[in-house]
């Protein structure tokens, strides 16, 4: 194999029009997205029925409905590490049967330190879902499409956050015991996971990754043919392709910038959007204190379906015209503006409707933004052999800042009240958008002109099973 051949798979795979493969990929992977978001946010109604259920102290409470976003951290960084040695579609089912399994094991905890173990399990496999699912979209996308390519696996996060609401009222409505109905929320998580193990089971590899990482550029040119026709008949001889080691990739000064511009901008979102979220059922009780748990759950699915999902979409359909980085600042400038008026008017968040209106802008801005984009840049900004790795460090550090706004935010409503912790979320927005200029426009522009694979000042002869 020549590195020219590895050239002429990923010069191919650039120019590859959108085909019925992609859109196949694309659902593939955004199966797991679907199941990521259930399961992390079904957590927000569930943990109300848990409370009275099980009446456990707050400590232990906020620890069920934070773990999982602790665990996410260790996943991302576990999974995403080991993507770019064995390969993608190795670590592709894996972190999906981790997910059924915990899914149906937190059902049927038979304590509240039982629950908190398997939902630290859950959050290990959403973990490593991240960078795996991203990156293997980004991988097959070609460079003018590809913000829309992944942005369609993320998108599908979408449908996760409305089906969660949806069956926490069905189970509600259905009249069954508190404890039973959490559970049945938790268990059916599995559900989606399972699917996402037979979908995922004849997903081929990444052409980019053989080609350019492991040197088997006939399997790649054989998997590229799958799905653009294109065909390509490599030279066999051997010949290093160029790539970093791990050392050369956390030393070197412009993976160093990128890493904390994708990672630290991440946390930050996270920080709020998660905190915001999963305590959504806490928030709609500060604002109308008299609601029953049913309506607060119903005012979260209107603000899902009204201003979430048409950020999705817009964001889908405009990210490659917009720009990925400059949609990202977009997004965290309109988010930290909106925190702001509800922080800063305190009658704001006295009365409900001006209050759902300006919360679900926060949600409409943050999709057609960085919940988006934090996901695509991170897929995009890293050599091939070092992709899932940089996307998985960046999920994980953006999983430890939801963690962390989940774990305080009642800390802080109690503390500051709703007004003041919401000017603590302008203030984060002001620090993403700060921190999104550290990266390049990606926009347009290849991956491996993005990952500079071409500079010998960046090769290495380290061979992938060591590269660790």
């Not at 149906?104 to 290990?124: D, E, H, K, Y």
């Not at 990606?442 to 002109?449: D, I, K, Q, V």
């Amino acid at each position: 194999m020549s590195g020219k051949d590895a050239r002429r798979v990923t010069a191919c795979l650039n120019s590859v029009p959108f085909s019925l493969f992609h859109l196949r990929a694309a659902l593939t992977a955004g199966m797991g997205f679907f199941t990521d978001a259930y399961d992390l946010f079904i957590i927000g109604p569930a943990l109300v029925l848990i409370k009275e259920s099980w009446h456990p102290s707050a400590t232990l409470l906020g620890l069920v409905g934070s773990v999982s976003l602790a665990a996410t951290l260790l996943g991302a960084f576990v999974f995403g590490r080991l993507a770019d040695i064995w390969g993608r579609k190795t670590i592709y089912g894996l972190e999906a049967a981790i997910m059924a399994v915990s899914a149906l094991a937190s059902a049927l905890a038979p304590n509240i330190l039982w629950l908190i173990v398997f939902r630290a399990l859950l959050g290990f496999g959403i973990g490593g879902d991240y960078p795996v699912s991203a990156v293997l979209m980004s991988e097959y996308a070609n460079q003018s499409d590809r913000g829309k390519m992944v942005s369609m696996v993320f998108s599908m996060q979408a449908l996760g956050l409305l089906t969660g609401p949806v069956v926490a009222l069905m189970l509600l409505g259905a009249g069954l015991s508190p404890d039973l109905a959490w559970r049945l929320m938790l268990g059916l998580g599995a559900l989606p996971a399972l699917a996402v193990i037979y979908l995922r089971r004849t997903t081929p590899e990444s052409p980019r990754f053989l080609a350019r990482v492991v040197g088997k550029v006939e399997e790649a040119a054989h998997g590229l043919r799958r799905f653009s026709g294109e065909v390509l008949n490599p030279a066999p001889e051997p010949e290093p392709v160029t790539r970093l080691s791990f050392r050369e990739f956390i030393t070197h000064p412009r993976y160093l910038r990128i890493l904390a511009g994708t990672a630290l901008s991440w946390f930050v979102f996270d920080y709020a959007y998660y905190g915001n979220t999963i305590s959504t059922p806490l928030i709609m009780k500060l604002v109308a204190p008299h609601s029953t748990l049913v309506e607060s759950i119903s005012w979260t699915l209107i603000i899902f379906l009204v201003a979430a999902v048409p950020g999705y979409i817009l964001s889908l359909l405009t990210i490659d015209k917009i720009g990925h980085r400059r949609l990202q600042m977009l997004g965290f400038a309109a988010m930290g503006l909106v925190f702001l008026l509800m922080g800063a008017i305190p009658e704001i968040t006295a009365a409900i409707v001006p209050f759902l209106i300006l919360y679900g802008l926060s949600y409409f801005f943050s999709e057609f933004g960085p919940n988006t984009t934090t996901f695509v840049l991170a897929a995009e900004l890293f050599p091939t052999n070092m992709r899932t790795t940089g996307h998985g460090i960046s999920a994980g550090v953006a999983k430890l800042g939801a963690f962390i706004g989940v774990f305080v935010f009642p800390l802080l409503a109690h503390a500051l009240g709703l007004a003041g912790t919401l000017m603590v979320a302008a203030a984060f927005s002001a620090v993403g958008f700060l921190l999104s200029l550290l990266l390049p426009e990606p926009a347009g522009r290849s991956l491996e002109e993005l990952g500079c694979e071409e500079e010998a000042t960046l090769t290495t002869s380290v061979e992938p099973s060591r590269a660790v």
